[in-house]
C-alpha cells in the first residue's frame, strides 16, 4: 500500500479523489494547503505528493524539493499551465492539466509509485464486524494493438491509416496541422505524437485559442515585460517559452487575431520569442502543433487568415475523420470507455445491450467522441445493472424494417386506416399484451418516450398487468 499526500483546497474535490485513490488501495493523508501539510505531516514520509499549483498561501509547486525522493504530481487548470511546466523543469515529476479522466490520474500515479502494482494485491486479515477495505481494481483489459494508438482507439480504414500517419510524423521535427470537427480527438492525436517523439520526456503544454480572450492572448503566449501590459506587476514568460525543449500545441488556431497570426509566423520563421514590451528576442527549442476544426483555406480566401501563416503551418498535415465516417468504431470506442471508466471506479465490468450496442453503431454522432464520452459516462452513474441499454444511453432505437399491416379490424373511433396513426394505434393494441414497451418502441423505430407520448395523446393506455 502506498501512502499518498493529497494536498488540495477545495473540499469537494479533495474528498472525491480521496476516494478514488483509496479505492486503488493507497493510504492518502490530506491537507488544504502547504502550510498545513508542513505543519502536520513529514513530507519525506510520503511515497507520492499530489498537489493542486493553486492553494492559499504558498502554491503546491512551493513542495518540490520538500519531499525527499518522493514524486511530486501537480494538477492544474489552464491559467496554472505554465507554473506547473516551470516546476517539472525543477524536478516535479509530472502534472495533468484539469479537467482530467479518473483513469488518467490513476495510471500516471502508478506510474510514478515505485514497484508500480501489476495486480491487486491479496486483502488483508480482517477481525470478523469490521470493514473490508475495497479491492484495487483490476487492470484494464488490453486492446489489440492494431485498434489503440496512445489512447486513440479505431478499427476502421480511415482510423489505421491515421495511426500508420502518426507513426511516420512523430519522428519528425516539423511543424504538424491536425484538422477535424469538434470532439474527434485532436488534442488527443496531438499528444500521440508527443509521446512518440524523441522529446516526450520534456513537456507537452496545450492552449486552446478560442478560451482566451483576445486582449490577452499575445502576452499569454509569448511573455511580456514589467509594465508592457496592465497588471504586469513583473515580467512574465509565454507558454512557448514553458514548452521549451517539449512539444506546444495551439488547439483552434483559427481563432487567433491577425497581430497574434503575425507574431506567431515570424515564431516559426526564426524560432525567437520576443516577449510583449522587450527589446530582444530569444531564441527557444519547441515543436509546434496547430489543431482547428475550422475551413483553413477559406478563410485564407476571404483574408481572415494568413496565407504565409497557413503554408508554415501545413509541412505535415493529419485529417481525422468524423465518428459518422468510421464503420465499427463508435461501439469500439464505447467498450473502450466502459473499461477504462470501470476500471478507474474500482467498479465491476460493465457491457452493452445487443439494442445499446445497434444503436451506437447506428447514431450519427455530431458531437463525435465527446458526445459518445458523455453518453457513456451518464449511463455509467445511472446504471444498476451489469448491462447498459438504450435508455440510459439517451437514443432511439436504430430502424427496422417496415412490417407488414396488420389485418383492417375495425376499431372504434380511430383514424383512417392510411394513416401513421391508424398504423400505430392498431400496431399497439394487437401487440401490447404480448411484447414489452421496449420492444413495441423497437419494432415501431421511436423511443420509450415516444411511445408514450403518442399513447397519451391518441388515449390508448398501458394495460395493466
Known amino acids: 500500500m502506498s501512502r499518498i499526500l493529497l494536498v488540495e483546497d477545495e473540499v469537494v474535490i479533495r474528498t472525491e479523489l480521496r476516494r478514488l485513490l483509496v479505492r486503488h488501495g493507497h493510504d492518502v493523508i490530506e491537507a ?260 482547428t476544426r475550422r475551413d483553413l483555406v477559406a478563410m485564407v480566401r476571404d483574408g481572415s487568415f494568413m496565407s504565409d501563416l497557413y503554408f508554415r503551418l501545413r509541412v505535415l498535415e493529419i485529417r481525422l475523420p468524423p465518428l459518422r465516417e468510421r464503420p465499427g468504431d463508435a461501439v469500439r470506442l464505447a467498450e473502450s470507455l466502459l473499461r477504462r471508466r470501470a476500471w478507474a471506479m474500482g467498479r465491476a465490468p460493465l457491457t452493452l445491450t445487443p439494442e445499446a450496442r445497434a444503436a451506437i453503431a447506428a447514431a450519427p454522432w455530431p458531437g463525435n467522441i465527446r458526445e459518445l464520452e458523455n453518453a457513456v459516462h451518464r449511463a455509467m452513474v445511472l446504471v444498476d445493472a451489469s448491462e447498459i441499454g438504450l435508455e440510459l444511453l439517451g437514443l432511439d432505437a436504430p430502424p427496422q424494417p417496415p412490417l407488414p399491416a396488420p389485418a383492417a379490424d375495425a376499431h372504434e373511433g380511430e383514424p383512417p386506416s392510411d394513416s401513421l396513426e391508424g398504423y400505430f394505434r392498431r400496431f399497439v393494441l394487437e401487440h401490447q399484451h404480448e411484447l414489452t414497451e421496449t420492444e413495441i418502441a423497437r419494432r415501431l423505430g421511436i423511443s420509450r418516450k415516444a411511445l408514450w407520448e403518442r399513447r397519451q395523446r391518441l388515449g390508448i393506455p398501458r394495460p395493466r398487468s
Open 32 to 291: 488544504g494547503s502547504v502550510e498545513d501539510a508542513s505543519a502536520d505531516h513529514d513530507l519525506r514520509a510520503f511515497d507520492l505528493v499530489l498537489a493542486d499549483v493553486r492553494l492559499p498561501g504558498a502554491p503546491g509547486t512551493a513542495l518540490v524539493g520538500q519531499c525527499g525522493g518522493a514524486p511530486v504530481v501537480l494538477m492544474t487548470s489552464y491559467a496554472t499551465v505554465k507554473a506547473a511546466v516551470d516546476a517539472v523543469k525543477r524536478g516535479a515529476a509530472d502534472y495533468l492539466s484539469k479537467p482530467f479522466d479518473h483513469a488518467e490520474l490513476v495510471a500516471l500515479l502508478d506510474h510514478h509509485l515505485p514497484g508500480a502494482r501489476s495486480a491487486p494485491s491479496a486483502l488483508p486479515d480482517v477481525a470478523p464486524g469490521a470493514s473490508v477495505p475495497a479491492p484495487s481494481a483490476p487492470p484494464v483489459p488490453p486492446t489489440s494493438e492494431d485498434d489503440e494508438l496512445e489512447g486513440m482507439v479505431g478499427g476502421s480504414a480511415a482510423m489505421r491509416e491515421v495511426f500508420a500517419r502518426v507513426r511516420k510524423v512523430a519522428p519528425s521535427e516539423a511543424t504538424l496541422l491536425v484538422l477535424g470537427e469538434s470532439g474527434t480527438g485532436k488534442e488527443t492525436l496531438a499528444r500521440a505524437v508527443h509521446r512518440l517523439s524523441p522529446r516526450r520526456q520534456l513537456a507537452f503544454v496545450p492552449v486552446h485559442c478560442a478560451a482566451i480572450p483576445e486582449g490577452q492572448i499575445e502576452g499569454e503566449l509569448f511573455g511580456y515585460e514589467r509594465g508592457a501590459v496592465p497588471g504586469a506587476i513583473s515580467a512574465r514568460a509565454g507558454l512557448c517559452e514553458a514548452a521549451e525543449g517539449g512539444t506546444l500545441l495551439l488547439d483552434e488556431i483559427a481563432e487567433l487575431p491577425p497581430k497574434v497570426q503575425a507574431r506567431l509566423l515570424r515564431f516559426l520563421q526564426t524560432g525567437e520569442v520576443r516577449r510583449v514590451g522587450a527589446t530582444r528576442a530569444r531564441r527557444i527549442d519547441v515543436r509546434l502543433i496547430a489543431a
